[in-house]
């Protein structure tokens, strides 16, 4: 089939040539392919000989010895900790929150410190090919902000605790700050808001459920740390006799809008419900093993049909945003786990890192795919590299052999974001300044208090 | 103190600004640093204020804004595997071995392949910031030819198996090869060889033994894979009644020159004759990983002064040799395994990486930190980078936040290898091009058994 030749070819974008990974539900790849974009949306995907003619289209992209497909989605993540990347590691996770993290949030997350960390993370997520994002922090009206001028698909999540946080003072203020920030938050066709409260031993039942119905009422996404820790498992048990999955179910708070980060400690009884009421999973591998939290049993998900994606998490705890390297590890740490090599081959890796991901942002009918009719989000990598040479398998070079920076152009929503490395939408240099002065305060602070650490900067 | 300026400029090298992460004995990070190299020989490390005045040398290399450090020791490879990366993944591992690497090394393996591999392999490796490593393959003589032209430094191992291998059909002769490798191996003062019995399951005591009395008359290293798997210490169990550890040691085998690859499935009596031995442990986290092998002990290995480098293992098990990829794996992966987020900090990580892996490879004094009269083998990354904002602590950066791609510049015995990511002693578009040939004969070999899996390269 010959594509037929646009008539006006103004907003046409011809991604031409190398390999296509569709992502579609045949998993068809495409050697010597095309992509044809108009405007926002993909209009036809197909081998490079049925392509429109060059002169039809506004723009080329040529894309020989590339590999295309869809951007990646980072299912959680914390943008504006970018901020606290590598200031505290290696520590127990009590000492890690309770001595570094909780303090130095109460001092120093303000608007400022929240819009420029979420610019620096974005600049990371860009370049090492996410184009859509959940987030959830304070102040997340200026995150908000950061992701709209980033280019990026985000999903924005207000953070909520039930003691003072850095952007509310007054816990009981909750519900209402809530409402008002769903109301109030910058938003696009892009950016979208969504409410997250901590978890379940830092929310009482009570905020738990009226967050929950706000989130119903505006039919966007409740988010929630899940069953992350031994400790969470055993607090909950303590307070309410029963399973964090069960205790939120008793809430009536799992559906197929929630999503749930980490979902580690999962009970026998817990996998029939999280399978019945559609519970979304966002798999974070790296930072639970770095904090030692353990290995969620993502291969049972899968089989049960549990929608999962992939996530980096924020920067205190991984300490990158590269969900290339985040799929590497996803791939091998079931593998080690499960004792079974066999287990989360590449392919079933790359899908939860793009359609999973998307199925659990509820944007599986926007991105996640390179389909006609879908969202123009595209990353492009440059396969002819010493550590992706020869190529056998294209799923397994994702996985295993590739990173972040293998990524030179990214294109969301129909706009090139970034092109030959190089992100066209914000200052990264004058990002990077914003964020060294943030750091230089802290770590002044941090020198003063003598909570410094063996490789500590001067 | 002032750095006395030379009287003679040539060979003066000055690596001028920067933080310099020596690895030294006192773990000395020196930031606004300067390092002064002659010929292949580091002269002097310290504050910029110190180093000797521009005109007093013959190069300068500005590395403001960037992390100086010594180049990486991998431990444990096989160079040329690069030519089957990717090709056989999420397999259990008797598959993936008898009925793919097996088969298919008896068929391609030759010096060509070899010496393509490995340049290939170099050229990864020298990319990601190694600038030592030892190899075990087949036809070594190629590789060490290899090695020479990359300009890297290597000991390289003659591979050894009591069965027919592509470069000795008769096991009966592996004795009288081995010792003709030794004496006919291409060297130089940076390329050495060594020999490597491939495992105590594939070669017999007495192949074993006298390849070791070989190695010792040589003084060079003998390498082996050691308690890799559950399924080899049955093996060993049954055949000699003992661990993999004591029988090697019952054979005379274990001393401070042999470098045990794996070290996995340690029994608690096998801990002391490695300790009292000294025998040298080159550990490979994602590849045991991937194969669903275990994970090694290593941190009670560092808790008795046992040597410990970190490796990659070849590229058909990993898939890459990113050398700081594996630093961030090494460092996540004992975590988890012990529950305990406190184990194995970064620096203990990058230490096992650079100074623990050039002890492992018998090569401490001449390489592995930044000290007068050590070898000049220094690798630099741009820390002006968004996933390297901000710097709180240089060791966390190295290993949770950066990847080989970072490294933009390559010294090796004080010659620039790669500069500003052009590696200047091969053409890697020539090699890139001989190993997509060599692929493309083997992929056609595997599509016409049928053997080809998802993903797989039309």
Redesign the interface.
Known sequence: MTTTAPSDKSDYVLIKGG?I?TINPA?E?I?DGYVLIKADQIISVGKLQDAPPDSAVEEIIDTRNCLIMPGLVNTHTHAAM??F???A?????KT?LEEYIFPLESRYVNPVFVYQGTL??G??MI??GTTSVCDGYFFEEAAAQAFMNLGLRAVVGKGIVDFPAPDNPDPDLNIENGKKYVGQCPSNSLVTPALFCHSAYTCKPETLQKIKKICQYHSIPFIIHLSETEAETKEIKKRYGTSPIQHLNDLEILDGETIAAHCIWITIDDFPIMQKKRLRVAHCP?S?????S??APVPHFLRLGIPVGLGTDG?AS?????MI?EM??A???H??N??????????TVVRMATIGGAEVLGLQNKVGSLEPGKKADIIILDL????L?????????LV??A???DVITVLINGKVIMHNRKVVTVN?KE??AA??E???E??KE?ICQGRK??????
């Open positions: 390999v990974v998993d790849i050697e970018a901020c990347r590598g200031l590691d290696d520590l127990p996770l890690w620096l993370a600049l990371e370049h090492s790296e639970t093993m770095k904090l030692a353990g290995v920067c991984n300490n990158n945003l590269d390297s590497d590890t791939a091998k740490v593998k080690l499960s004792k079974n090599p066999a287990i989360m081959d590449a392919k002819k590299q010493p550590h040479t020869p190529v056998y398998n294209y799923y397994s070079h295993y052999s990173s972040g920076h990264e990002t990077l964020v060294e943030i750091g230089k802290i770590k941090m650490k063996s490789g500590f900067r001067a």
